[in-house]
């Protein structure tokens, strides 16, 4: 089946551990995004990726990383630096640039402890 | 930079009776994209427009993209128990997609 998968569901840390949330897509898009989604806030975009090898500050980046390496993998490092980084993250892809909709991942709910 | 404001936060609605979503951005848009989530779930893609006054329809769902490409709608009509989520209105501007906080959506039976 193609989609896009984030891995684990629930994870839970330590406080002033970083954790790395994975997301995969086999559906062959070059955009990738990363959410982060907190009641009453909606979807905030922490960081997004046109292409392979690159990636680009969203609006709410600090104390999280980004790497494209390849284009299914799109992984989110939350460091320690996030002063606030229980949350539920979720991740999607698309085609063509953004021009066309977006898949979301079921999410990540992260808990720090 | 650009931003995505809905309105409003909170819907709550007695099955039956129609009800308006309102997106606006501050910057003109390429495209909007609406989206719903269920709760427990993940946002799911409901419709794109990218026409300037484009209106679409999803049976009981009117879509409407205004003339300055800078707001959107969405009205329902007949609400029914499985209108129940947040709908999320998507602007694209500079290859970022930046969404609204939402309209949680609640049906009185």
């Known amino acids: 089946d193609g989609g896009i998968t984030q891995s684990p569901k629930y994870l839970f840390r330590k406080e002033g551990q970083n954790v790395t949330l994975s997301c995969e897509q086999n559906?062959?898009?070059?955009?990738m995004y990363w959410y982060r989604q907190d009641p009453g806030q909606g979807l905030r975009l922490i960081y997004y990726?046109?292409?392979?090898?690159?990636?680009q500050k969203g609006d709410i980046a600090e104390g999280y990383s980004v790497s494209r390496e390849k284009k299914e993998s799109f992984p989110l490092t939350v460091t320690s630096a996030q002063k606030n980084p229980t949350a539920f993250y979720l991740c999607?892809?698309?085609?063509?640039?953004?021009?066309?909709?977006?898949?979301f991942g079921q999410g990540t709910r992260l808990t720090v402890v | 930079g650009q931003q995505v404001m809905q309105i409003p936060q909170y819907q709550h609605v007695q099955e039956g009776e129609d009800f308006t979503t309102y997106c606006n951005s501050s910057t003109t848009l390429s495209n909007i994209q609406w989206y719903k989530q269920r709760p427990g779930g993940h946002p799911v893609f409901l419709i794109q427009?990218?026409?300037?006054?484009e209106v679409k329809k999803q049976k009981r769902l009117t879509f409407q993209f205004g003339e300055a490409k800078k707001n959107s709608s969405l009205h329902i009509t007949a609400t029914q128990t499985t209108d129940v989520g947040t709908y999320f209105c998507?602007?694209?501007?500079?290859?970022?997609?930046?969404f609204g906080a939402g309209t949680t959506v609640t049906v009185r039976a």
């Open positions: 998507a602007g694209r501007g500079d290859y970022k997609l930046s």
């Open positions: 559906l062959n898009h070059d955009a």
């Open positions: 990726s046109q292409i392979v090898n690159d990636f």
């Open positions: 427009l990218v026409k300037s006054g």
């Open positions: 999607a892809s698309s085609a063509d640039r953004g021009r066309t909709e977006a898949f």
